[in-house]
């Protein structure tokens, strides 16, 4: 067990220090996050809605546009240079190569969202409630299990001559849940009601993570096996 | 199973089909009486009923197939779930088109975000990944296996998303459910209509299902000749 933790550990360091050298995915996702915040601000008429009632549908959906960015690209990198037959043909199991990845993707994907609160905040001065460790929760729970799937079906798109342009067609039938139990539960924090009524989303988005991951361990190595 | 025996059986199912489909017509058109409050265009539920049930079946055939091909990599399994993707490709469609129809009239919007509407708008994309997937991976092994994947990942979170937009706080209006589940309720003669629609469609998916499977076989065949031509020669 140790073994395998510390194989997962060791591609996940790979994966973040390729990331630190060149930022390459982190500064694309980063861009994007900010700029549809940017376009949001001109897509909505102000004086007709108040944007803090939409403000947890805003950053949901800014988080998975710039999540889906990055994390189309967790196995082109490795594709282009080859070095996929490598990570494949070691003797890490293929199941920990996925978990590692989704450990790699979900960090990034955390600093983005970090980024995305922080711009509505600057822009449209949102209320983001007043507890923030239930919301880190949601947003933990939610975003794993949008990148579990993600990540496994960018192994998948990664395959295919359509690339990333297969992508969110894939993924996006199957994010439903976390858009909708993510953007309520974090709506209802937001507005600082009572743990109560965000418990009910919380569970749903536990039991599709769970799910979600269990059957991307499961099925990552049908998608990658040679 | 040989060839010859598919296509019999294609062809058997087929007509079969094609009847039901014309005494379907003749009951829906001339014989079924017009239900009271949504007047005629109620009759689009003995299509649009019978091509949902083909859908979900369809469905099922190509997460199973597609998990059975996984685990045993017979190909034989694959040709399976394509063909059922296939044909529950098309009966969506019918299903998808038929359904804001309906409602358009019935509900006076074609569209809402009712659950079941949603679960089967989603469960077609799903579908259309499925064939986007196969169409573009660049090795045929690997296009199969993702393919089955998508099968068997939809079958398990489609479940997740059904419950999710059940759950969903908005104003759904609730008449489809119960249009749906009233079967047993309906009408003697409007209860024969929709069985012979059921079966119908359901021979007919059999058949194109059927004549899908003994082409990928025929492929299949064909390639193998092609392999062996080169040493023959």
Redesign the interface.
């Known amino acids: 067990m140790t073994v395998y933790l510390r194989q997962v550990a060791a591609i996940v360091r790979k994966d973040l220090l390729l990331e630190v050298r060149t930022g390459e995915r982190l500064a694309a996702m980063g861009a994007l996050t900010v700029l549809v915040a940017v376009l949001f601000h001109f897509a909505i008429d102000q004086g007709l809605v108040r944007m803090q009632l939409l403000a947890a549908g805003l950053i949901w959906m800014t988080i998975l546009f710039g999540g889906m960015l990055g994390m189309g690209r967790t196995f082109e990198m490795e594709r282009e240079q080859g070095a996929i037959q490598g990570l494949l043909t070691s003797p890490v199991p293929l199941d920990g190569i996925y978990l590692a990845k989704v450990v790699s993707n979900f960090i990034l994907v955390t600093l983005i969202e970090v980024v995305a609160l922080a711009a509505y905040w600057l822009f449209f001065g949102f209320n983001y409630g007043n507890d923030p460790l239930l919301l880190a929760g949601v947003l933990g729970v939610a975003t794993l299990g949008f990148v579990a799937?993600t990540t496994?079906f960018s192994a998948?798109?990664a395959?295919?001559?359509?690339g990333q342009t297969?992508l969110p067609?894939?993924i996006?039938?199957?994010l439903?849940?976390v858009v909708?139990?993510g953007v309520?539960a974090t709506g209802r924090i937001f507005a600082s009601r009572p743990v109560q009524e965000v418990e009910?989303s919380l569970y749903?988005l536990a039991?599709?993570t769970v799910?979600?991951l269990t059957?991307g361990t499961i099925?990552f190595r049908?998608?990658v096996?040679e | 199973m040989s060839l010859a025996r598919i296509r019999w059986m294609a062809a058997a199912l087929g007509v079969l089909g094609v009847a039901g489909v014309l005494v379907l017509h003749w009951l829906v058109f001339f014989w079924v009486g017009t239900e009271r409050t949504m007047g005629i265009v109620q009759r689009i539920f003995y299509v649009h009923v019978p091509a949902a049930w083909v859908t979900f079946l369809a469905f099922g055939i190509t997460a199973l197939c597609g998990a059975a091909y996984?685990w045993l990599r017979d190909e034989r399994l694959d040709w399976a779930a394509q063909s059922a993707a296939e044909g529950g490709l098309i009966f969506g469609a019918i299903m998808l088109t038929s359904g804001p129809l309906w409602a358009a009239y019935a509900w006076g919007t074609p569209w809402t975000w009712e659950p079941r509407l949603?679960l089967t708008l989603?469960?077609w994309?799903?579908f259309?990944?499925y064939f986007?997937?196969r169409a573009?991976?660049?090795?045929r092994q690997?296009?199969k296996?993702?393919a089955?994947?998508?099968g068997?990942?939809?079958a398990?979170?489609i479940p997740?998303?059904h419950?999710?937009?059940l759950?969903?706080?908005s104003l759904h209006p609730q008449p489809v459910v119960l249009n749906v589940e009233e079967g047993p309720t309906l009408d003697g003669d409007m209860l024969i209509t929709l069985m012979t629609g059921l079966l119908a469609f359901t021979l007919i998916f059999f058949s194109v299902f059927c004549l899908r499977y003994g082409l990928e076989h025929m492929r299949y065949q064909r390639a193998l000749e092609m392999r062996e031509q080169p040493r023959a020669t």
Do not use: K
């Not at chain 1, 395959?159 to 359509?162: A, E």
């Not at chain 2, 573009?136 to 090795?139: K, L, Q, R, V």
């Open positions: 799937v496994l998948i798109s395959q295919t001559n359509m297969l067609i894939l996006f039938p199957l439903v849940p909708i139990f309520t009910g749903l039991a599709f799910v979600a059957a099925l049908y998608v096996e | 996984l949603t989603l469960m994309f799903v259309v990944g986007l997937v573009s991976a660049e090795d690997a296009g296996r993702m089955a994947v998508i068997v990942l939809g398990l979170l997740l998303v419950v999710s937009v759950w969903f706080p």
